[in-house]
């Protein structure tokens, strides 16, 4: 039998696009705050860039995770510059000045990303080329983490409020008033938003109107970022405790007293029933999902104000000693770390990482964006290799230097 030249030509052509499409399906994405609308925190582990290893500087200081969409790392900077930069080698696509700090992680939908900035705005920009589509004005800044569904993005403002907007134009949908400010992440499941305050409550709002569906009293601020997982949300507080909440009816179903203040946001791995949790005393703590019991904890750092990782069976965590630490995640034995060369308490405080397969992306507060080998336990050449070249190099001129002058002394 005969093959058909053209029909072969057309049916290897549908082949190779599906091919295509499959291999963009399965690269694993981080567009938001915690990876998805629940802020679990939570990837499957692929080989998306396993390969890649690189370090790029920025215009400032870095103060938010970054976001990961289709092949492009989008990060803000104190300077007020929303960067688009190539995950495979570092290199900027395009940047976008606000002219204002971005303290918030962008939020990104198809083609377009969303940011807040400490000038009070919401910006709408094309995620391809950086163009601004909209901006939308709050009465204060935005530290809040934007989330968003098929219609609407959701955001707190230090002037109280929860909005609503349209992802379309920016039109406001519904605004909510808090009593303090909003820099928790809006979390959404179902037809309800849920968020903290610094007025110390946990607020579970309907998101078709605004209305309060029901509000829990910690005993202070919550800048912790809600996860959800089965009908229960997960938080932590400035009180010291995290706590599990029933969504429906706000009721306790348990908390634990991590110590010191909770303002890092719970991870959840829901097929181990486990939950990851910093604590300002440096702790980094897994409990138990169902009764809040504590499987394991580890003492990292001075302090961790970062969200955990969550990716195949390890648990990544940036500390404010400059470090990245991994750990098996089912013992909480140490995998390896990775220190660009920072000095612990003094300089170098991480952000939250971001994971997609055997990749980790994460930035530091000098400025710095790291991609890093998870796979190889492989990391970039440190930026500051250089100076300690110097710094040893001086140090050894400086000896010769006193050995000379003592030794014509003697004589």
Same mark, same amino acid.
């Given at each position: 039998?005969?093959?058909?030249?053209?029909?072969?030509?057309?049916?290897?052509?549908?082949? /190779?696009?599906?091919?295509?499409?499959?291999?963009?399906?399965?690269?694993?994405?981080?567009?938001?705050?915690?990876?998805?609308?629940?802020?679990?925190?939570?990837?499957?582990?692929?080989?998306?860039?396993?390969?890649?290893?690189?370090?790029?500087?920025?215009?400032?200081?870095?103060?938010?995770?970054?976001?990961?969409?289709?092949?492009?790392?989008?990060?803000?900077?104190?300077? +007020?510059?929303?960067?688009?930069?190539?995950?495979?080698?570092?290199?900027?696509?395009?940047?976008?000045?606000?002219?204002?700090?971005?303290?918030?992680?962008? /939020?990104?939908? &198809?083609?377009?990303?969303?940011?807040?900035?400490?000038?009070?705005?919401?910006?709408?920009?094309?995620?391809?080329?950086?163009?601004?589509?909209?901006?939308?004005?709050?009465?204060?800044?935005?530290?809040?983490?934007?989330?968003?569904?098929?219609?609407?993005?959701? #955001? +707190?403002?230090?002037? +109280? !409020?929860?909005?609503?907007?349209?992802?379309?134009?920016?039109?406001?949908?519904?605004? !909510?008033?808090?009593?303090?400010?909003?820099?928790?992440?809006?979390?959404?499941?179902?037809?309800?938003?849920?968020?903290?305050?610094?007025?110390?409550?946990?607020?579970?709002?309907?998101?078709?109107?605004?209305?309060?569906?029901?509000? #829990?009293?910690?005993?202070?601020?919550?800048?912790?970022?809600?996860?959800?997982?089965?009908?229960?949300?997960?938080?932590?507080?400035?009180?010291?405790?995290?706590?599990?909440?029933?969504?429906?009816?706000?009721?306790?179903?348990?908390?634990?007293?991590?110590?010191?203040?909770?303002?890092?946001?719970?991870?959840?791995?829901?097929?181990?029933?486990?939950?990851?949790?910093?604590?300002?005393?440096?702790?980094?703590?897994?409990?138990?999902?169902?009764?809040?019991?504590?499987?394991?904890?580890?003492?990292?750092?001075?302090?961790?104000?970062?969200?955990?990782?969550? #990716?195949?069976?390890?648990?990544?965590?940036?500390?404010t000693s400059g470090s990245?630490?991994?750990?098996?995640?089912?013992?909480?034995?140490?995998?390896w770390s990775f220190n660009?060369?920072?000095?612990?308490?003094?300089?170098?405080?991480?952000?939250?990482?971001?994971?997609?397969?055997?990749?980790? #992306?994460?930035?530091?507060?000098?400025?710095?964006?790291?991609?890093?080998?998870?796979?190889?336990?492989?990391?970039?050449?440190?930026?500051?290799?250089?100076?300690?070249?110097?710094?040893?190099?001086?140090?050894?001129?400086?000896?010769?230097?006193?050995?000379?002058?003592?030794? &014509?002394?003697?004589?």
């Open positions: 039998m005969k093959l058909n030249s053209k029909k072969l030509t057309i049916g290897l052509l549908i082949a /190779c696009l599906l091919l295509a499409t499959v291999s963009t399906a399965a690269a694993t994405e981080w567009p938001m705050f915690q990876n998805n609308p629940r802020h679990t925190g939570y990837v499957n582990q692929d080989t998306s860039y396993s390969t890649s290893q690189w370090t790029v500087t920025l215009d400032g200081a870095v103060k938010s995770p970054a976001a990961l969409s289709s092949d492009k790392i989008y990060e803000g900077t104190e300077k +007020g510059t929303l960067y688009a930069l190539s995950a495979k080698d570092g290199n900027t696509t395009w940047s976008y000045d606000t002219g204002s700090s971005i303290y918030s992680t962008p /939020c990104v939908v &198809g083609d377009t990303v969303y940011v807040g900035s400490d000038n009070g705005y919401m910006y709408s920009n094309n995620a391809n080329s950086g163009s601004l589509n909209w901006k939308f004005k709050a009465d204060g800044s935005i530290r809040s983490s934007a989330a968003s569904d098929d219609e609407n993005i959701y #955001f +707190g403002s230090d002037d +109280g !409020y929860v909005y609503a907007i349209s992802r379309n134009d920016g039109t406001l949908k519904w605004k !909510y008033h808090t009593d303090d400010s909003v820099q928790s992440a809006p979390t959404i499941d179902g037809d309800t938003l849920y968020v903290g305050s610094d007025d110390d409550n946990v607020y579970a709002i309907n998101i078709n109107d605004g209305s309060l569906k029901w509000k #829990f009293t910690t005993g202070d601020d919550i800048k912790s970022s809600p996860a959800i997982w089965d009908s229960k949300v997960y938080v932590g507080s400035d009180d010291s405790q995290v706590y599990a909440l029933d969504a429906q009816n706000g009721a306790e179903v348990w908390e634990y007293n991590a110590g010191s203040s909770v303002s890092s946001s719970p991870s959840l791995d829901q097929r181990q029933s486990t939950l990851y949790v910093g604590t300002e005393d440096g702790d980094l703590l897994a409990l138990d999902m169902r009764d809040g019991l504590k499987k394991w904890n580890k003492t990292i750092a001075s302090e961790v104000n970062s969200t955990p990782s969550i #990716f195949g069976n390890n648990i990544a965590v940036s500390t990245v630490e991994i750990f098996n995640k089912f013992t909480g034995e140490g995998t660009p060369g920072y000095l612990p308490n003094v300089s170098g405080s991480m952000m939250s990482p971001v994971t997609s397969g055997g990749s980790l #992306f994460v930035a530091a507060d000098d400025g710095n964006v790291y991609s890093i080998d998870t796979d190889e336990k492989a990391a970039p050449l440190s930026p500051y290799t250089a100076y300690y070249v110097v710094a040893i190099v001086v140090i050894i001129a400086a000896a010769a230097v006193i050995r000379k002058v003592m030794k &014509g002394k003697k004589q």
